[in-house]
């Protein structure tokens, strides 16, 4: 299904912005990742519970009219952090705003327009995200705003630093090259399909569910921009649900 983008005439304000994210962030990646990004404007800033296990820092700005707009909002997480939630908030009105993030060792999760927030750690992740340790250095929320009110779209960010003792990392779950006691023949599958790690609404366990239900010898996730699904849900989301978003 084709992206579906503002128009090149024009402002037109209002919600009429609706899109899907495909493939944004990997044209993004292709043209340098992270080395392709500029600040956000940021017109404000100020962080809260300094000296405690919980830091919170909101910034905001503004985003002008127009398509493909690729901004980051850069922090950094000194050593001890232990877990990393963002939430968002920016006047729906006025357009779409897209959310991911890198770390100092590069990408961690993608999640477009699905969601306002998100989480990770070394013991568990928002699905779209990499759970892995939080390492200490720079990082970066990455902004996709999709403006289509003439006057821009005001974007709120919230990134909350979680001090504490080290978290258990739950490993990945490797998936197998092959399957015993299959040769030569056909097979029935699908290999194009989205999960909650992107703009779908089943988890992976209830995908896998369908399809031996459906008969289906094989399926391949097909999630937008993020690998997340591939870590093996079952594995990082021991206690369901999984989580979606920072811990209240």
Not at 149 to 171: I, K, N, S, Y
Not at 181 to 206: C, N
Not at 207 to 214: F, G, K, S
Request: with cysteine.
């Amino acid at each position: 299904m084709p992206s579906q983008h503002l128009p090149n005439g024009a402002p037109h304000p209002g919600p009429g912005v609706e899109r899907r994210s495909l493939l944004r962030l990997g044209a993004l990646l292709a043209a340098g990742g992270a080395a392709a990004l500029v600040p956000a404007p940021i017109a404000h800033a100020a962080t809260r519970g300094q000296g405690t296990d919980t830091v919170t820092t909101t910034y905001q700005g503004r985003a002008p009219y127009g398509n493909d707009q690729w901004a980051y909002v850069p922090f950094d997480v000194p050593a001890g952090v232990q877990r990393i939630s963002v939430s968002t908030s920016h006047d729906a009105a006025a357009g779409i705003l897209d959310l991911g993030i890198f770390g100092p060792s590069g990408f961690r999760g993608w999640s477009g327009g699905e969601r306002a927030g998100f989480t990770l750690s070394a013991a568990d992740a928002t699905p779209g995200y990499v759970p892995g340790p939080v390492e200490p250095g720079g990082w970066s929320v990455i902004l996709g705003p999709m403006v289509g009110a003439a006057g821009g779209m005001a974007w709120q960010v919230e990134v909350t630093l979680h001090h504490g003792d080290p978290l258990p990392r739950t490993p990945y779950d490797i998936l197998p090259t092959s399957v015993a006691g299959r040769g030569p023949g056909w097979y029935r599958g699908d290999l194009h399909l989205h999960s909650v790690h992107s703009d779908g609404k089943r988890t992976v366990d209830e995908i896998v569910t369908a399809a031996r239900h459906e008969g289906l010898n094989f399926i391949a996730t097909s999630d937008h921009n993020t690998s997340s699904a591939a870590a093996g849900e079952r594995r990082r989301c021991r206690s369901p649900p999984c989580p979606t978003g920072p811990p209240s």
